[in-house]
Structure formats: C-alpha cells, structure tokens
C-alpha cells in the first residue's frame, strides 16, 4: 500500500509557477501509477497528468499540456508536479493518488476510478 500526501499548495498571480510535491508511504512490488487530479468549486474532479513508476513515462490532460511538468525522485519515493503558466482558472483543490497494478490503466490514464489511495488535497489559487 502507497499512502501518497500533497504539499506545496499556495497564491500566485497568473502567469507565475509552482511546485507541488507528492510524497508516497508504504511500499508494493508492483508498477503503479501516480496521478495530479484537480478540482474546482462547483466542478467535477478531472485528471491533471500521471507518471508510471515502470518507466516514468507521463501522460498529461490537453488543457495543461506544455505548461506542467511531471518528474519524481525514486530516492525519495516523491513526485513533482511543475506548474508554470498558471492561469485562473487552474485554481483548484489538487489531489495525488496511487493507482495500481498499471494493467488497471487499459481504459485511460487519467480516469479517477483507476485510482485507490487518494491524498488529502493542497489548495492552489491562481488571482492577481
């Protein structure tokens, strides 16, 4: 089991960068995934990007591609989401989670169910 918990949330103007970092407890033999998700008030959850633990190989949604970045630290047992661009409307609450085994992942990366160990969320606010 993988318990995963966000840090790195905060206030920046439109158009500054972030960080968030996601730190994953536990262990597992299998290959997992870990994904970004968001959610805005009044929206549904929607899948921000997600890294394999296999190959690190990334997948990113269309509305953030170019302007975040994935990496992790397999040291460290940590993953990174690198927002740069920001805009307003990335405002959100961000969530990491686990997902595994990555044959879990056939129907679609970014498809929230495919998840199972959800961190508590980091604020990210994006206003001038």
């Known amino acids: 089991q993988l318990q995963p918990v966000e840090s790195g949330g905060g206030l920046v103007q439109p158009g500054g960068s972030l960080r968030l970092s996601c730190a994953a407890s536990?262990?597992?033999?299998?290959?997992?995934?870990i994904g970004w998700f968001r959610q805005a008030p009044g929206k549904e959850r929607e899948g921000v990007g997600c890294i394999s633990s296999r190959d690190s190989t990334t997948y990113y949604a269309t509305s953030v591609e170019g302007r975040f970045t994935i990496a992790r630290d397999n040291g460290k047992k940590t993953v990174y989401l690198e927002m740069n661009s920001l805009k307003p409307e990335d405002t959100g609450t961000y969530y990491c989670?686990?997902?595994?085994?990555?044959?879990?992942?056939?129907?679609?990366?970014?498809?929230?169910?495919?998840?199972?160990?959800w961190g508590q969320g980091t604020q990210v606010t994006v206003s001038s």
């Open positions: 989670a686990v997902g595994l085994p990555l044959t879990k992942f056939n129907d679609g990366w970014l498809l929230a169910y495919n998840y199972d160990y």
């Open positions: 536990g262990s597992t033999l299998d290959y997992y995934v």
